[in-house]
């Protein structure tokens, strides 16, 4: 069971924007750990889109944007494509398990 | 571009070893700041960080795994492997390799990763 919680799934309408909640404790996000961000499609490779809380590496579009506020972290999709359906996990460290922790997974599904 | 191909056998019998290896082709694993990293997703479940090693040897292991896991490298082969000991059907996944990266211990984060490969557990 993964310390980082996401909600199972978000949807919404071709252009409209969603947002992705990551929500951890003091022992990970609260500790000020960075949050990294995971676009998945199953039986695809895992893509990199948001890395040390807010910041899109080259050839990730700017509809993708990050913030961390305490314990929790966010994770923003604006101009909803067909193409973003997808899962979506965050990723920080958890210093009381002392490792690289996932969140739950995000569904989600353009309606 | 580096780009990262996992390889080895589908099907692995209850208490044997799991061995993968992660080849790392079109780019340097010796880059100061660039660790190697193996994760693991069991069917209809998420993601799971299994452990990571850096360019010089050292490791670091998810302490629930700690016992059971040996990951080491060979920079000049340019490829590294993950061990997994006296595995049990919880072990079925899709296992990935990545690099693990960025200069700071604890933010680092995982790009890119290999297609990932089904490991069976399963007599």
């Known amino acids: 069971q993964s310390v980082l919680t996401q909600p199972p799934s978000v949807s919404g309408a071709p252009g409209q924007r969603v947002i992705i909640s990551c929500t951890g404790s003091s022992s990970n996000i609260g500790a000020g750990y960075d949050v990294h961000w995971y676009q998945h499609l199953p039986g695809t490779v895992p893509k990199l889109l948001i890395y040390g809380n807010t910041n899109r590496p080259s050839g990730v579009p700017d509809r993708f944007s990050g913030s961390k506020s305490g314990t929790s972290a966010s994770l923003a999709i604006t101009g909803l494509q067909a193409e973003d359906e997808a899962d979506y996990y965050c990723q920080s460290y958890d210093s009381s398990l002392g490792g690289y922790v996932f969140g739950t997974g995000t569904k989600v599904s353009v309606l | 571009q580096v780009r990262l191909q996992e390889s080895g056998p589908a099907l692995v019998k209850p208490s044997e070893t799991l061995s993968l290896i992660c080849t790392v082709s079109a780019g340097s694993m010796t880059n100061n700041g660039y660790y190697w990293g193996w994760i693991r997703q069991p069917p209809g479940k998420g993601l799971e960080w299994i452990g990571s090693?850096?360019?010089?040897?050292?490791?670091s292991y998810i302490p629930s795994l700690e016992s059971r896991v040996t990951i080491s490298l060979d920079t000049s082969k340019k490829w590294f492997s993950l061990d997994l000991t006296s595995v049990t059907a919880a072990d079925t996944a899709v296992y990935y390799c990545?690099?693990?990266?960025?200069?700071?211990?604890?933010?680092?984060?995982?790009?890119?990763w290999g297609q990932g490969t089904l490991v069976t557990v399963s007599s």
């Open positions: 090693i850096s360019y010089s040897g050292s490791t």
């Open positions: 990545a690099r693990h990266t960025g200069t700071v211990t604890r933010m680092r984060w995982f790009d890119p």
